[in-house]
């Protein structure tokens, strides 16, 4: 059975009812979320449950950086616990997911660019802290594309629009990174504090939903040329390229609504979008 037949033989099986699936960008914040029942892994959970169940889940990590694009290729993803620092509970979670190689394939030659299978990766803290909370079942396919570090943020905003026709096919695609991630200026102590922020990153994460709700994708692409609290609320770009590919999934059709529009420590933020 060839590549493109067993992935029309998995759509047609398991997507009849013909949704389009929203597309998402997710703020993951620390990696404790994955285990807290918390106001954000509360969102994530009535997420879950509230949108089309999807037939497999596509996940672009801030946490998986590479030279040249990768997409998951195995049967059973492993959990990787790519932090420190953290209780040994933390440590301890598995999300058994399975892959879906025949879907990692056949995603791959959606791309203008070659991408790599890859067999090695699996489902980071990006990723697996997130779904676990969604879909605790661990019974939907889970797959993670990776990012280029070598390019510019324009190509990952036109990369991922060749990825539209997956959301047909009731693929569910997830960005996962924050919009306003500064971990050099966090206010350590004040993470117990509700919804502090420093002013520049209430007003860059306001500016942010601002440019989505416009549509404004040019200046998301360019948001160095927006001002200081731009260039403090991304010293560096790789929790907000994600963004960035869920953007690029958006149609004329598609609504906005944001969630867990918080600031966390001074200089993070949560927010997260969902279009359609």
Do not use: C
Not at 229 to 244: C, G, K, M, S, V
């Amino acid at each position: 059975m060839t590549t493109l037949t067993a992935f029309n033989k998995f759509t047609n099986e398991l997507a009849q009812d013909g949704n389009v699936m929203p597309v998402l960008f997710i703020g993951h914040g620390s990696p404790m979320n994955g285990i807290e029942d918390n106001t954000f892994s509360a969102q994530w959970k009535k997420l879950g449950q509230d949108i089309p169940q999807p037939k497999a889940v596509l996940v672009v990590s801030a946490h998986w950086l590479s030279k040249g694009t990768r997409i998951t290729a195995m049967n059973f993803p492993r959990t990787i616990h790519d932090f420190g620092g953290f209780p040994p509970e933390l440590f301890a979670v598995q999300y058994p997911a399975p892959g879906n190689p025949a879907l990692a394939k056949t995603t791959a030659e959606l791309f203008h660019t070659k991408v790599e299978l890859d067999h090695d990766w699996g489902l980071d803290h990006g990723t697996w802290t997130v779904v676990r909370h969604m879909y605790p079942a661990a019974n939907i396919p889970v797959l993670q594309l990776s990012i280029d570090y070598s390019k510019p943020l324009q190509y990952h905003y036109e990369l991922t629009r060749e990825l539209l026709s997956l959301r047909k096919k009731g693929v569910l695609i997830i960005g996962s990174g924050n919009m306003v991630h500064n971990l050099r200026m966090v206010a350590w102590d004040k993470l117990a504090e509700p919804e502090y922020g420093y002013d520049w990153a209430i007003a860059a994460n306001d500016q942010f939903k601002n440019l989505i709700t416009k549509g404004d994708h040019r200046a998301l692409i360019d948001y160095e040329k927006l001002g200081p609290d731009f260039r403090n609320a991304i010293p560096t770009a790789e929790h907000y390229i994600p963004l960035l590919y869920t953007l690029g999934l958006q149609t004329p059709k598609d609504k906005i609504s944001f969630f867990n529009d918080k600031v966390v420590g001074g200089s993070l933020t949560m927010t997260s979008v969902m279009l359609g």
